[in-house]
């Protein structure tokens, strides 16, 4: 009594219900006989050898088995044959109590825990690398992402950065990511536009002041202290070594390739715009001569791959599908939008091999919509705005990271 099998006035439903009760299947035998009097129709057929079905209440200590953990997970037993819920039972372990089932009428065992498959990894749960391009004032965008990113409590192994996203990735590096917001959100115009333009080497603005608020700003001392992670910058060298990647390491007497603001400063020096940033010999390598490092369309994430790198996140200021716009003041995104794209396509290339034999996944997070700025004038309101989409952004890619799953 009170039992949810039990509440059909002693008829037997059509389909067993769930409760504290088992479906158990009797052994062959012969037939108990009924008190009811038999019908006209049962006489002429005679008694039936079919096995039925009947219902039998539990034992105190299999209806206590059959209450909820804390966890709300249920408890398995085996009981004769079958379970109380769902079809007819079969034979083997079955889950006593109401189940869950799907549309087409799967019962799912909550007892068996199974390690989520690598689609289902959260990003961030494995060894993850930062790739940031570059793109002027577009970088407040990116810088809003990666503040994000950090508030959010992703944490990064590794980080490289090419032209703006050196900056952004410096910041990361030590430790001072408050850094992106006070720059991207109030930038310093007067440090960026300083108007000085040249025939040799051609350009319009000066390094020099650049330089000067880099070095208040970032700190070798406190990237050293920080420990954070391995950083890379990544320039173009004009006296023929091609593309260059200087390595800071977060270890104790672990590569550190020069001066980090002298880096930065030829990752960023992009052509015609800037002129080339030159950095001194030093410990018997030759003088370099650096510009912007999208320049060769190339980086190099074997270094990442073999210091652990599971997850590959690049964090990417061109919108996909977006068209060439040939405006005048259009034309230069355009012509930068397409050097980042082949850069992280022929970087992407060049490991593919490795990608899927080591379990790597590789993400590309992109704008929610374009970010129709001027790229070399560094308006302020123009990176404000931008930099709190980053922000906004960056939950779209934490609610659904496989939406921007490459590979």
């Known amino acids: 009594p009170g039992c949810a099998c039990a509440r059909d006035g002693g008829r037997r439903p059509a389909r067993p219900?769930?409760?504290?009760?088992?479906?158990?299947?009797?052994?062959?035998?012969?037939?108990?006989?009924?008190r009811r009097r038999a019908s006209p129709r049962s006489r002429r057929r005679g008694p039936s050898s079919r096995r039925r079905w009947r219902r039998r209440r539990l034992p105190r200590r299999r209806r206590r088995a059959l209450r909820p953990s804390r966890n709300r997970r249920r408890r398995p037993l085996r009981i004769g044959a079958g379970s109380c819920s769902g079809s007819p039972p079969s034979r083997g372990r079955r889950w006593l109590g109401r189940s869950r089932a799907s549309s087409g009428g799967e019962r799912y065992n909550r007892g068996v825990t199974t390690a989520p498959s690598l689609a289902q990894a959260p990003l961030g749960s494995r060894p993850t690398a930062l790739i940031l391009s570059g793109g002027a004032s577009l970088g407040a965008w990116q810088g809003g992402v990666?503040?994000?990113?950090?508030?959010?409590?992703?944490?990064?192994?590794?980080?490289?950065?090419?032209?703006?996203?050196?900056?952004?990735?410096?910041?990361?590096?030590q430790g001072d990511v408050a850094?992106?917001?006070?720059?991207?959100?109030?930038?310093?115009?007067?440090?960026?536009?300083?108007?000085?333009?040249?025939?040799?080497?051609?350009?319009?603005?000066?390094?020099e002041s650049v330089g000067r608020?880099?070095?208040t700003v970032l700190s070798e001392e406190k990237a050293r202290a920080a420990k954070r992670c391995w950083f890379y910058a990544v320039a173009v060298d004009l006296n023929g070594a091609g593309t260059v990647q200087a390595?800071?390491?977060?270890?104790?007497?672990?590569?550190?390739?020069?001066p980090l603001v002298d880096h930065i400063l030829g990752s960023v020096a992009v052509p015609f715009v800037f002129?080339?940033?030159?950095?001194?010999?030093?410990?018997?390598?030759?003088?370099?001569?650096?510009?912007?490092?999208?320049?060769?369309?190339?980086?190099?994430?074997?270094?990442?791959?073999?210091r652990g790198a599971l997850d590959l996140l690049f964090v990417n200021i061109v919108v996909p599908g977006a068209g060439p716009r040939l405006r005048p003041r259009a034309f230069i995104s355009t012509l930068v939008n397409a050097l980042m794209q082949a850069q992280i396509t022929n970087g992407l290339a060049a490991v593919k091999g490795r990608l899927a034999p080591e379990g790597i996944r590789v993400f590309e997070f992109t704008p929610s919509?374009?970010?129709?700025?001027?790229?070399?004038l560094f308006k302020k309101h123009e990176c404000r705005r931008i930099f709190?989409?980053?922000?906004?952004?960056?939950?779209?890619?934490?609610?659904?990271?496989?939406?921007f799953r490459l590979l």
């Open 146 to 173: 990666v503040w994000e990113l950090e508030r959010r409590g992703l944490r990064f192994s590794q980080v490289l950065g090419t032209s703006a996203g050196s900056i952004n990735g410096a910041a990361y590096f």
């Open 275 to 306: 002129p080339p940033w030159r950095v001194a010999a030093r410990n018997g390598t030759p003088e370099r001569l650096f510009v912007d490092g999208h320049t060769s369309s190339y980086i190099d994430l074997a270094p990442l791959l073999d």
């Open 17 to 34: 219900r769930a409760g504290r009760c088992a479906w158990i299947l009797p052994p062959p035998g012969p037939r108990r006989p009924s």
């Open 388 to 403: 709190d989409q980053g922000v906004e952004d960056t939950a779209l890619l934490l609610a659904d990271p496989a939406r």
């Open 213 to 215: 608020y880099l070095r």
């Open 247 to 258: 390595q800071y390491s977060p270890e104790p007497g672990g590569p550190w390739d020069g």
């Open 369 to 376: 919509k374009p970010l129709d700025i001027s790229i070399f």
């Open 179 to 207: 850094l992106l917001k006070d720059l991207w959100r109030d930038v310093p115009r007067e440090a960026f536009l300083d108007w000085k333009p040249r025939l040799v080497p051609p350009s319009l603005l000066c390094l």
